[in-house]
């Protein structure tokens, strides 16, 4: 994929249209992959920073569906962000809605799914905000793209019953059958450079699962944006890249490994792309591990090959390498292998000129998984498992006092309805901390006041690594227990993104503005443990909300009725 936009230096209105639909993108695939336009992944959209997008979303499903723009700020647009049971209520099949949102901030962001695991089913797309300066620009003549992903030979539909199960007392998450890149299996994916010497890639996991360390053959690779962050070209061998992270890098071919030519003989027309899956991350032996659901009929491998190799063609006539994959990768001079899943020592290119104010509020997030009672392990954020809102359980009614879960009340909607009667307690000073501390109704809101800087400590006592997202900001990432050095290092000049991957069996420190009123996700963005429940909600200041003009629409009324006869007609329990 390449990107295609040209410059403008006026805002402008952007208009898509997006269809929800089932397709086969491989003609030996049985599985009906859900996408955006009969595409996999869906298309390239792309807009100047401050352009308006116009985008209307039909599904085509025969399930309710809906798209979350990963990324966008959604600064006074907080019905815009596509998570269902929070900012919006779910578009029915046959429907849909119009999302309309201000392209900021400029940066590699995606879209997807965010409805029972359709992103795990292919529901996913590039979504490129280009600013209107671009100092980058001058590292490269060419900007493409990597979109890189798990594939399952089954729905997620099919593997969220085995998943979610007595019988998996240890949450194994299904493992994936094959790895892919921009719809292209290993091996196939053939990237010719076309004359271009430098050439941007701008790299998005959206894989539900698998973090992937990335580099190519004889190159080193010069980062230059971390999520949406603009940053000081910093030089590595290879980077790892967690569920829902982005991260941009150049290369030079005129940097290309001297040696690396073929026993001596001429130089190689090709290199190898990799993508290399950590395997250190699941949960089981996946190089061995049959799980019982799967099947031979399926054409493709019902074990993982953990090495994605794409083709880079130096010659463009997309040949493959001349030297076997498994030669050893030289080592590169001025190149370091980061040591840090976040690549912390990576520096924004803005210095934070005004410095980061001081936190004003904490909020402290234990996660934990263990077995609920009826035996199916689950995910908890300060010992609750999301069991509400975006995992689509509906309840039956709306008191007047507190936050419910109701389909068609969606938590946005309920904080204009009753902006003081949410039933979340007031802040506390506790015993970790001299600031006062952020409350939750005991359902995983919690209420947030405007403008607060709230410090986040994420502390993960299980032994994997969660990349957590959060919708409507991005935040400072101060310190983690791989990098707590970072903390006084990179005072006052923290780094930026709106993802941080929580190492396994450590801890991870953020910081944020809660300038943005609305009902915002916090979530680990592995599919499977949202599924489970490793998910939490800011709601940030209702007064402000409403002060600030907002109204529920009245086509998120529509679409909230629509759904309840939708659901009615087709005897969905309620
Ligand atoms: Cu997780």
Redesign the pocket.
Known sequence: MTTTITSTLENCTIHETLIIDTFFPYSTSIKPTVSVNYSFPGPLIEAYEGDTLVIRVINRLNVPSTIHWHGMHQYGTPGMDGSVGVSQCAIPPGDEIIYEFKAEPAGTNWYHGHLLQQHTDGLFGPLIIHPRLNPSKQYYDSDRIFMLSDWYNNLSSELIPWFLNPNNPAGIEPPPDAIVVNEQFTQSLFVPVLGAMRIRFRVINAAPLSMYTVSIDGLPLHIIELDNTETIPYSVNSFSIHVTQRVSFYIDLSELYPNYTVSGSSPTNSLFIRFQAVLSMYAVDILNYIPPYEQARYPYPTFFTPLHLGILSLDSTNSTPAYPAGNPIPTLQNAVTPFDMNILAVRPLDRNIDGIPNATHYLPVLITFAQDANGINR?YLNNVTFTSDANYIPTTHEPTEGITSDTYAPLLHQMARKPNQLGIPLLRIEPESQLPTIQSDGNSHYLIPYEAVVDIYLNNT?V????FHMHGFTFWIIATLQYPEAEYLYHGNYIRRDVITVPASGWAKIRFIANNPGAWLLH???DW?MTAG?ILVLIVSPEQLLSEGYTIPQDQKDLCHALQVFNTNNGTVN
């Open positions: 995910a299980d994997g690594d969660h990349p680990c963005h592995i443990h490793m």
